[in-house]
């Protein structure tokens, strides 16, 4: 057998370099990095020895990278992914959150920490944590219940079965999500003989499980046996590529479709059976066909809670859900019939096996009348002395957005108000992540969304709130040469939640900075976007957001556009009930009284 020695961290970037996907293209498309004593040495030294191959990208925080990491993925429907390398201590801690992100939107991203020395000579070494019952605890094992696979690297020769095991994790279909290899800094630099083979290129194809036989029939019969039914399409479509699948499926049997909000952009938003998005930040008619239906056919669906209303949408007492999802877990959920298989080769099976069949068209009229709703609330102020809301704030974006145009978003107001507003016209055209709903996920994620698809717009809408939680990625882009479009609603704190502070009967209290305890806060976003190199304005009005956004486009460099917007409204209809749990008692006459109605709520859903 043929060997070639290396150090541990040498064989790992070799070996990643080497795992291709079915297109042609490196898996791991990229590095980031930012090197502290826990990985420069070993890793450090091994990506410059590859840089030609290998690229290593410097972010300014460990967090966000990985957020860029994520999001390069989400774009590309998992079909490639990226790597993150920081130091021990609080650089690999800085990636937990991240690698939480990851896990609930069950996206795929390689987290390599630095970690102690595997030897123990100079423990403690600088930023190790000491645990006084269990000599192998470090920081990284705050990554074990956040990954879906784990392991850390404590021998060279570990990587030849660790470094597989990471791969066939991140492609798998049902078990994708992140990897973490812990990699003792010591071992990093540590020679083997590794065989010459290991380094050979592989291919990993996207496994596509066919269905069940009995599962399958149970499945054909739930659809013969309902007269009404919905599809609630999720991210698994998107993932699948199955677009094309579920608008075929949709089309031949006539049945509506309701999107999540990690399945947006599914379906053209002016699709006949494109009933919207669905759920507690929902269209009217999404959730009244949601209501009525006696099947709810979730693909590629977690059922999250703002998708059902808290289980409390799908009201037809006869009603059964059927789940076609590749991961068990999610297609058992709730006492579904369960289908696993990959969804568009379940949405082609079942419609094969349908034949013909179709079920009662849809009531169009539900469809327009929502829709003339969202546009009033969209459309351009009358009164330009006001305030501009959120809602008028997409409408702008809406009107400036061609058809290769990205609109992303994660936390605050604008995921629930885009999720009902936004018309989404391509698949991908609509980047949310709201798994986690993780603040500061945006300006990092839209780099990751040009750097997988350059040729894209791509439009970051951030509140205020979220900017300040992490905003450094920003001064990355510039440096890359990545255009993006910030545009920043600055309702001076956090309105979204000061909102449902209010709903739940409690004073407005810590969110909004004019109802905390500091002294008057007053942020010159621009000129903050202006000290990273991007080019920034504060506009007043909706028509000069759009002359903005307008000269975005047109130009070649980042651009940051900040509006003042007023925190107390939101769309006047649409949306579900949310349960967030109200005391029992309080001195407040207005939490006992909402506390009334959401026992009331609570007994419906019962």
């Known amino acids: 057998m043929k060997t070639v020695r290396l150090t541990a961290a040498q064989a790992m970037v070799r070996y990643l370099a080497a795992q291709m996907n079915e297109h042609g293209e490196t898996y791991i498309a990229g590095v980031w990095a930012i090197f502290g004593h826990g990985n420069v040495a070993g890793i450090g030294e091994a990506l410059y020895g590859i840089k030609d191959e290998l690229p290593t990208y410097r972010g300014q925080n460990e967090q966000s990278m990985a957020h860029a990491a994520i999001a390069y993925s989400k774009q ?69 219940p956040v990954s879906r696979y784990f392991d850390r690297i404590v021998r060279p020769e570990q990587l030849l079965t660790a470094l597989p095991r990471a791969m066939r994790t991140m492609t798998d279909p049902a078990d994708c999500g992140p990897v973490t290899l812990a990699f003792c800094q010591d071992v990093q630099a540590e020679a083997y003989d590794y065989p010459e083979s290991f380094f050979e290129k592989r291919v990993w194809r996207q496994r596509r499980p066919e269905p069940d036989a009995t599962e399958f029939d149970n499945a054909l019969a739930a659809l013969k046996a309902a007269k009404n039914p919905v599809i609630v399409a999720g991210g698994g479509v998107h993932f699948s590529g199955a677009t094309g699948a579920l608008k075929a499926f949709a089309e031949k049997h006539s049945i509506p479709v309701v999107e999540t909000q990690a399945g947006k952009s599914a379906l053209a938003w002016d699709h006949d059976l494109n009933f919207g998005p ?103 102020p009358g009164d330009a002395n006001s305030l501009p809301t959120d809602m008028q704030v997409i409408g702008a974006v809406q009107r400036a957005s061609r058809d290769n145009t990205v609109v992303m978003c994660a936390a605050g107001t604008m995921p629930g108000e885009l999720h009902q507003l936004w018309k989404s016209k391509l698949p991908l055209s609509y980047h949310m992540e709201y798994g986690f709903s993780c603040m500061g996920y945006e300006v990092a994620g839209g780099l990751g969304i040009k750097m997988a698809e350059p040729d894209r717009d791509v439009i970051v809408m951030v509140g205020d709130g979220s900017y300040m939680m992490m905003n450094s990625e920003l001064a990355t882009a510039v440096a890359m040469g990545m255009k993006i ?88 209809a649409g949306g579900y009930w949310w349960d967030v749990a109200v005391p029992e008692v309080s001195k407040r006459q207005e939490v006992s009284d909402a506390r009334t109605r959401y026992e009331s709520a609570l007994k419906e859903r019962q």
């Open 76 to 144: 590309l429907r998992r079909r490639r992914a990226m790597a993150v390398t920081s130091s021990i201590g609080p650089g690999a801690t800085n990636m937990v959150t991240a690698a939480a992100l990851a896990h609930v939107n069950r996206l795929p991203v390689l987290l390599i920490p630095g970690d102690v020395f595997a030897n123990r000579g100079p423990d403690p070494v600088l930023q190790q944590i000491e645990d006084f019952g269990d000599g192998t605890m470090t920081v990284n094992d705050c990554f074990r």
């Open 278 to 380: 669905v759920g507690v930040t929902g269209a009217e008619c999404a959730n009244i066909v949601s209501e009525k239906a006696d099947l709810v056919f979730g693909v590629g669906t977690r059922f999250q809670d703002f998708t059902t209303g808290s289980w409390a949408l799908f009201k037809n007492p006869n009603r059964k859900i059927l789940a076609l999802n590749v991961q068990p877990y999610d297609s058992a959920k709730h006492g579904a019939i369960g289908l696993t298989a990959d969804a568009k080769i379940g949405l082609e099976k079942l419609s094969e096996a349908l034949g013909d069949h179709r079920f009662a068209s849809p009531d169009a009229k539900l469809k327009a009348s929502w829709f003339q709703k969202a546009d009033s609330f969209t459309n351009p």
């Open 485 to 572: 479009t910030l545009v920043i609603t600055d309702n001076r704190g956090y309105g979204c939640i000061n909102r449902l502070q209010m709903g739940t009967g409690g004073a407005e209290f810590n969110n909004l900075y004019a109802h905390t305890n500091v002294n008057p806060i007053a942020i010159d976003f621009a000129a903050h976007a202006g000290a990273m190199g991007a080019d920034a304005k504060k506009v007043s009005t909706i028509a000069e957001l759009e002359t903005a956004l307008d000269a975005a486009r047109a130009s070649a460099r980042t651009t940051v556009i900040v509006i003042d917007t007023d925190p107390y409204p939101t769309p006047e």
